[in-house]
């Protein structure tokens, strides 16, 4: 996204990497906000064991053995056992009800997109019992009416995104397929039927151990190396 | 919902059962409707292997233990293999992009909440690696401005419903509290951040076993019985 944050972090000399669930959303949102214009976005996530690292993991899968087995599910990384279950809340609850990875959400896209402080996105956060890959369903409103052929076609084209979107073929984002993948899967592409033409529905799952962490933080210092402060920097 | 599609039912002789996904969104949404008016819903769901029946549970469980032992997973009932896994498709594609079960949702509550047919609800149907009980999260924009207190007041009193939204607490809606229990578990209650102060976010569970499907109809035979047309028809 260099038209707009880009032009920021070069006069910087640290660089934040957004939360997973941001970095993820945004390989999709981006295009589309460049198309349509975002005017409003709500999300609600399908996050993967994998957000709490090796020992998240880790705890699912042994307690998923356990459970089984008949034996009794210990929970130590998340507050309550996870193996097939449903625990929303990720990171602590904010005094408006949201938690902080929620809030990281909206917090982070209106900065990432140089979109306004009071930008309306939403989001529910979700832990749920998959070990590796965060899934997202969003809904957005646009400020201009949409095309669901033009939308996919610039997903299709969007660097980090793979378009996967053949329901005739039952193909979707899904984390069996999109785990240990560089790219974003993105599907499930329909016009809203809350907001008719100025509104898409979308699907997205990315691996967060990627494309949410490490990945983009290498990709974000190839950048500044090669087009942004450092090597402005080193040339100087 | 006897004021709007009870006086409906009375006419009828043979009463349909909603979808459980309905079902279970409705017990927290009619409450919130006749306190606020819905204007829009926007849902993303997280649906249990026991909607496909004992063999969708089996097939989860069995292929679960398959997969921690290293061996092939095996899907027949699922479109995909459900262990770990996300599925974002429940029953067949519609031309508009939305799936069977995510237009029943729509069809169904307009119909029994005696909603405008172009009413604006959108649901994301999706199969998540949980044994039984739905989960929903659910977006509302409100006709009037919302009071949370109030929500979760008439939630506490609405039959059918456990208002379980204690964040200090780290208590809300879970398949894991949430299963077995006829009561659907209402949580994670807050102000949107996309509507304002007209506008509600909440966490649904209920166990589609039981509200989804046969208890739901044995609670409508019973309304009927005693208060409703089958009453009438008996000292007729």
């Known amino acids: 996204m260099p038209e707009i944050n880009g032009a920021e972090t070069k006069k910087s000399k640290l660089i934040a990497n957004p939360n ?3 970095a993820i959303a945004l390989m999709a949102l981006w295009p589309l906000h460049q198309l349509f214009g975002l005017k409003k976005v709500i999300m609600s996530t399908y996050q993967a064991a994998s957000g709490a690292g090796q020992p998240g993991m880790d705890e699912l899968t042994q307690g998923t053995q356990a459970y089984l087995n008949g034996e009794a599910v210990e929970n130590n990384i998340f507050a ?3 193996p097939f ?3 929303p809340q990720i990171d602590k609850f904010q005094s408006n009800g949201y ?8 917090w982070e896209t209106r900065k990432i997109c140089g979109l306004p402080d009071d930008f309306p996105l939403s989001c529910t956060a979700v832990r749920i019992p998959t070990i590796r890959a965060h899934s997202e369903s969003i809904v957005v409103e646009t400020e201009r009416p949409v095309d669901v052929a033009a939308a996919r076609q610039a997903l299709a ?4 995104v793979k378009l996967v979107d053949n329901t005739e073929q039952l193909e979707y984002p899904m984390p069996q397929t999109a785990t240990g993948q560089y790219d974003v899967e993105v599907g499930r592409l329909r016009k809203s039927i809350v907001y ?3 509104g898409l529905e979308l699907f997205v799952c990315g691996d967060q151990l990627l494309r949410g962490a490490a990945l983009n933080a290498v990709l974000v210092a190839e950048e500044m190396v090669t087009n942004g402060s450092l090597q402005a920097k080193k040339t100087a």
């Open 99 to 106: 938690t902080k990875e929620e809030m990281k959400v909206t």
């Open 196 to 198: 008719g033409d100025y």
């Open 20 to 22: 997973c669930t941001t």
């Open 157 to 160: 084209q969007a660097p980090g």
């Open 80 to 82: 309550h056992p996870l």
């Open 85 to 87: 279950n449903v625990i």
